[in-house]
Nanobody
């Protein structure tokens, strides 16, 4: 099993920045990719960014140029650096881990609220 714990959310004004972190524990060596998703009230959950075990990253078009995803040296923490935040970025942000021979794992989520 893999356990994921997110942190770093908060209430900020438009144009400010936040760094979200996801700490993984358990069978971490079974993880081949991790991702951040977000879900706003009344909206479907959408992919924001993901990173593979080899360091390859991908971003959804609305956040390209404003958001960076990275992993620490131990590969147990995944960060989402969010710059130039906009009100439309307001959502619950969830960490996801994809593992060999297992279902996806999800964290509890962290709330990001951007005011104008």
């Amino acid at each position: 099993q893999v356990h994921l714990v997110e942190s770093g959310g908060g209430l900020v004004q438009a144009g400010e920045s936040l760094r979200l972190s996801c700490v993984a524990s358990g069978s971490i060596f079974s993880i081949y990719a991790m991702a951040w998703y977000r879900q706003a009230p009344g909206k479907q959950r959408e992919l924001v960014a993901h990173i593979t075990s080899g360091g390859i990253t991908n971003f959804t078009d609305p956040v390209k140029g404003r958001i960076t995803i990275s992993r620490d040296a131990a590969k147990i923490t995944v960060n989402l650096q969010m710059n130039s935040l906009k009100p439309e970025d307001t959502a619950g942000y969830y960490c996801n881990a994809k593992c060999h021979g297992a279902n996806d794992y999800w964290g509890q989520g962290t709330q990001v609220t951007v005011s104008s």
